[in-house]
C-alpha cells in the first residue's frame, strides 16, 4: 500500500480520487488552502484512520513528515469563472505550485503525477485533438493564465523527468463533471443543472453551437489510476470522445430534470473554444482505457446525488 499526497484534495476530482484511493487501502494525505474547494467534499473521509486534512497552500513551501511514494497534483483554480477572478493566483499555482510539488517529489524519492488539461490545445484547429497536436493558445489572452500555467506545468514537469529522473505522469484532462462539484463554480454542467432544477433559463453563451466532450467523474478517475499503474511518462488525454453541441447538453439536462425552464442566449465569452473533443487512440492502446458511463446516465447520477430540497 502506498502514501499519496493528493493537492486540491478538497476540490471535486480531488474528493473523487481521495476515495477511490482509500478504498484501495492507500495512506492518503489530502492538502488544499479550500480558495474554492470544499471540506464538505471530505466529510465521509475523516473516519478513517489512513487519511489526513492539511489546510496550506502549495505555492509556499510544503513540508511533509515521513515518506512518500506518490505526489499528486491536481491543485489549482479550474472554473473558467474562477480563474477569471483569480488569474494570478491561477498562474502561480500552475507554476510556483507545480514547481513545490515536484521539488517535494523529488526530495521524497516519489512518482509525480499531474493534472494538465485539454486547454493546452486553446482553441484547436484541429478536432479531436491527439497529444501530439500543439495547440492554438494566445498567450495574451484572457484564458492565458490557465492555458499557460498548465503549459508551463508541464514544461517543468517534463524537466525533472530529464534533469533529475523523476517518474512522472501527465493527463491532460477534458471536460469532467459529476457529484461534489460545486454547483456555483459557473462550469458548465452543475450551472445547468441548477438552473434546470430552480426553473430558472439555462444560460447558454453563443448560439450554443460550440462543442465539449463529458467525461464521468469515476471514469476519469479509474483513467489516473491506469495512468499511475502503467509507465507512460508523456501526456496522455483522458476524456470521453462524445462531443456534444452545448445545446444538445441543455436539451438534454432540460429533459433529464423534467424542468420546464427555457433556453436564453448570453454572449459567448471572448475566445471560448470552438470545439473540444479527446482523441484517446493513446489511453486506449498504452492504457487500455475508455470511458463507460453515457452523458445521461452520467447526468442522472449527478442530479440524484443533490440533496433533495425540504
Ligand atoms: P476544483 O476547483 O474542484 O478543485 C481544485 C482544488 O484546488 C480546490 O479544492 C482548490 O481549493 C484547490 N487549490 C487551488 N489553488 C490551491 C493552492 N494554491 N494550494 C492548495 N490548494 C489549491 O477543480 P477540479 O475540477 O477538481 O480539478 C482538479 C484538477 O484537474 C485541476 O488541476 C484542474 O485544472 C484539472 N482539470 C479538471 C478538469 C475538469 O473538467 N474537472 C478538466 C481539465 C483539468
Ligand atoms: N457555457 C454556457 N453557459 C454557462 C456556462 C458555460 O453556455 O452557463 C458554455 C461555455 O461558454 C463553454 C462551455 O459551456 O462553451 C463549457 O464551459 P465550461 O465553463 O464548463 O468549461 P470550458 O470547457 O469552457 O473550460
Not at 484564458?143 to 517534463?158: A, I, N, T
Not at 444560460?203 to 453551437?209: A, C, E, F, I, P
Not at 488525454?237 to 444538445?248: A, V
Not at 470511458?291 to 447520477?301: A, M, N
Request: net charge negative; aromatic share 10%; charged share 30%.
Amino acid at each position: 500500500m502506498s502514501r499519496i499526497l493528493v493537492t486540491g484534495g478538497a476540490g471535486f476530482l480531488g474528493a473523487h480520487f481521495c476515495d477511490r484511493l482509500l478504498e484501495e487501502g492507500h495512506e492518503v494525505l489530502a492538502m488544499d488552502n479550500l480558495i474554492t474547494g470544499e471540506p464538505d467534499n471530505l466529510d465521509e473521509f475523516f473516519y478513517a484512520d489512513d487519511f489526513t486534512f492539511h489546510e496550506h497552500d502549495v505555492t509556499e513551501f510544503i513540508h511533509v513528515p515521513g515518506e512518500l511514494d506518490w505526489v499528486v497534483h491536481l491543485a489549482s483554480l479550474a472554473s473558467p469563472e474562477f480563474y477569471s477572478d483569480h488569474p494570478i493566483k491561477t498562474l502561480k499555482v500552475g507554476a510556483l505550485g507545480t514547481h513545490k510539488t515536484l521539488g517535494l517529489a523529488k526530495e521524497k524519492g516519489a512518482k509525480y503525477f499531474f493534472a494538465s488539461t485539454s486547454e493546452v490545445y486553446g482553441d484547436p484547429e484541429v478536432n479531436p485533438q491527439p497529444e501530439e497536436y500543439r495547440g492554438n493558445v494566445d498567450p495574451f489572452g484572457p484564458r492565458s493564465c490557465y492555458d499557460e500555467s498548465k503549459r508551463y506545468g508541464e514544461s517543468l514537469v517534463r524537466a525533472y523527468r530529464n534533469e533529475h529522473d523523476l517518474d512522472v505522469r501527465i493527463a491532460r484532462i477534458f471536460n469532467t463533471y459529476g457529484p461534489k462539484m460545486r454547483l456555483d463554480d459557473g462550469r458548465v454542467i452543475p450551472t445547468f443543472i441548477q438552473q434546470a432544477l430552480t426553473g430558472d433559463d439555462l444560460t447558454v453563451y453563443g448560439d450554443g453551437s460550440q462543442t465539449r466532450s463529458f467525461c464521468y467523474a469515476s471514469d476519469l478517475i479509474e483513467g489516473f489510476r491506469r495512468l499511475m499503474e502503467s509507465d507512460v511518462q508523456t501526456p496522455v488525454n483522458l476524456g470521453n470522445p462524445d462531443e456534444r453541441t452545448i445545446n444538445d447538453l441543455a436539451e438534454t439536462v432540460i429533459e433529464l430534470a423534467g424542468s420546464d425552464s427555457d433556453i436564453v442566449n448570453e454572449p459567448l465569452p471572448p475566445q471560448d473554444p470552438k470545439v473540444r473533443c479527446p482523441d484517446i487512440t493513446k489511453a486506449r492502446k498504452e492504457l487500455g482505457w475508455e470511458p463507460t458511463v453515457s452523458l445521461r446516465e452520467g447526468l442522472e447520477r449527478t442530479m440524484d446525488s443533490l440533496p433533495t430540497p425540504d
